[in-house]
């Protein structure tokens, strides 16, 4: 049993009372992040709201970064996603996932940024569209590379190009290696 090394790390998938893994607890921030409610995703993933609002509000995965925390500071970027935004959202492509086409009116669906705000995307209703589950989880990954690709560029950009300390000064024409191994002069 778990009575023994109490000093254990049993942060996240650690503890053995985690209901997900740390890919799900980041997925479910992310969703949430993103405007998604808390009921949808416990639908999705077959459990309880307070689970999820358990994540959300940091008292399980407290060692994941919640980016709705560090945004707070500029609440300017991220409107509130009222019933009446999601509406208007999902009226644009008359009830449809707009990525594949199935009909949402009765199902879960996500308020997409269709370029993220973190790729410098608006939060305007043109930058929106509306996503079935399994679009949005596809649309996700992909978003996360592209923001990764941009944050390692930016790194890259903003650090001072290192000279290499160690330059090939090429081989030495003057000198020549003997089959036997001993070097002389050409
Ligand atoms: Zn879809």
Same mark, same amino acid.
């Given at each position: 049993m778990v009575f023994k090394n109490r000093h254990q790390d049993r942060r996240g998938d650690k503890n #053995?009372?985690? /209901?997900?893994s740390e890919s799900d607890a980041a997925y479910i921030i992310s969703e949430i992040a993103k405007g998604r409610q808390q009921n949808s995703l416990a639908k999705e993933l077959g459990v309880s709201q307070p689970t999820i609002s358990d994540i959300c509000r940091g008292h399980?995965? /407290?060692?994941? %970064?919640? #980016?709705w925390k560090a945004e707070r500071a500029d609440a300017t970027r991220r409107k509130t996603m009222t019933p009446a935004r999601r509406k208007r959202v999902l009226s644009v492509t008359g @009830?449809?996932?707009? %990525?594949? @086409? %199935?009909?949402?009116t009765n199902a879960s669906w996500v308020a997409d940024h269709i370029l993220p705000l973190e790729l410098s @995307? %608006?939060?305007?209703f043109s930058n929106l569209q509306a996503l079935c589950v399994p679009c949005n989880k596809l649309k996700t990954a992909v978003d996360a590379r592209d923001i990764g690709k941009m944050r390692r560029r930016a790194k890259k950009d903003s650090e001072p190009r290192k000279e290499s300390g160690l330059k090939s000064r090429g081989f030495s024409k003057a000198l020549k290696k003997k089959f036997d191994g001993t070097v002389v002069r050409r």
């Open positions: #053995p009372r985690a /209901k997900f399980s995965w /407290k060692h994941l %970064a919640r #980016p @009830g449809c996932c707009a %990525a594949c @086409g %199935a009909d949402v @995307g %608006a939060d305007e």
